[in-house]
């Protein structure tokens, strides 16, 4: 499985960005995928988590009604829709897959599998 992620930039505080995650390698639609991002200093931390048929999703609450995540599986691509970015969301940010059958959608960087090499987001103020 190999992930890349693409989509990162400078933006302004209120713009918008889409990051999105191709994948390849296995069958998409078998795992539920992830962003996750790391902050400079700053242990990685859990975004949002999406479902393997896109039915269902989790979000951070510190990006919860600003960021979306869906997924096409048609593409093979995960998405992650930031609007009304701020200075706090700088960091870079990963997109895991979660090949595990699970009953519930994982926040745990652990419990991922594959990861894609990160994209930076810079949001100023």
């Known amino acids: 499985v190999q992930l890349q992620a693409s989509g990162g930039g400078l933006v302004q505080a209120g713009d918008s960005l889409r990051l999105s995650c191709a994948v390849s390698g296995r069958t998409f639609s078998s795992y539920a995928m992830g962003w996750f991002r790391q902050a400079p200093g700053k242990e990685r931390e859990f975004v949002a988590t999406i479902t393997r048929s896109g039915a269902k999703t989790v979000h951070a609450d510190s990006v919860k009604g600003r960021f979306t995540i869906s997924r096409d599986n048609a593409k093979n691509t995960v998405f992650l829709q930031m609007n009304s970015p701020k200075p706090e969301d700088t960091a870079v940010y990963y997109c895991?897959?979660?090949?595990?059958?699970?009953?519930?959608?994982?926040?745990?960087?652990?419990?991922?599998?594959?990861w894609g090499q990160g994209t930076q987001v810079t949001v100023s103020s």
């Open positions: 895991a897959a979660d090949l595990n059958l699970r009953m519930y959608l994982s926040r745990t960087s652990n419990d991922y599998d594959y």
